[in-house]
């Protein structure tokens, strides 16, 4: 700002030399000055740029009224974080080229924000399946497996009839067994008790008819056996020598021949035992 000699402030009437200086002075900081034409907006909003923020009266960081934000946020202007991201929810644009329609890719890249894909329509590099090139644009048949032809089984395969272990394994009398390793079973090689629950409880003691025993703890030796339908077989002792065994209409017995004597049949039945 220009140094002006006032009368005011001299209190009497200024010098010829005073008064030239003033005029001096004033043109000196005109001249300092832009001219209106140079004044533009551009050159006002840069001058405002500079005094921008808090506590300035100023705001120069919307844009039609609207902040700026790196995150997905509704009613802003987009802007990029430190690392130039910024987040966004879905973006519609006329895309250029085939990637509307593609279904594979030329050139793999790594993608750091795109949604992972969960299929295609086809590979992007063929895999050889049974020696057989597959894309997934349709099927291929395997020689020897649904095709006429030859399995090159160079390994094992032709001739493994077991493996060294099961895929899940299995409980034998109570034991998990998955074939890594012999078992011992309770009260079958090692000690312990049998949970006889089922028909194997009536092996420790009698069977019965129903099980396919006879219901009889013991054999009378040299009796013959009668069957007692599903109750315990009953036995006929063979008596008196000479007896011979004789229908009563309802059972056996054991008793003499009658006077006439014994006939072939009766005579040969009971020299049999």
Known sequence: MASLTLRTTKGSPLTNAEVDGNFTALNTEVGTKLTSSSYTAADVLSKLLTVDGAGSGLDA????????????????????????????????ATLS??????TTATTATTATTATTATSAATLTNA???????????????????????????????ATATSAATLTTARTIGGVSFNGSANINLPGVNSAG???????????????????????????????VIIGNG?????????????NVLVSNGTTWVS???????????????????
Do not use: W
């Open 193 to 223: 008790t049998q949970n006889t629950s089922g028909t194997a409880a009536g092996l420790s003691a009698t069977l019965v008819v129903g099980s396919g025993g006879t219901g009889a703890t013991t054999l009378t030796a040299n009796n």
């Open 127 to 157: 895999r050889l399946i049974g020696g057989v090139s597959f894309n997934g644009s349709a099927d291929i048949s395997l020689p020897g497996v649904n095709t006429a032809g030859t399995q090159n089984t160079s390994g094992n395969a």
């Open 61 to 92: 960081d919307t844009l039609d009224g609207l902040t700026s934000a790196t995150a997905n946020t509704v009613s802003t202007i987009v802007a990029r974080d430190a690392s130039g991201n910024f987040a966004a929810g879905t973006i519609t």
């Open 97 to 102: 080229g085939n990637a509307s329609t593609a």
């Open 230 to 242: 599903t109750s315990a077989v009953s036995f006929v002792a063979p008596g008196t020598t000479g």
């Open 255 to 273: 008793t003499p021949p009658a006077s006439a004597g014994a006939t072939l049949g009766q005579a040969y039945f009971f020299s049999s035992f």
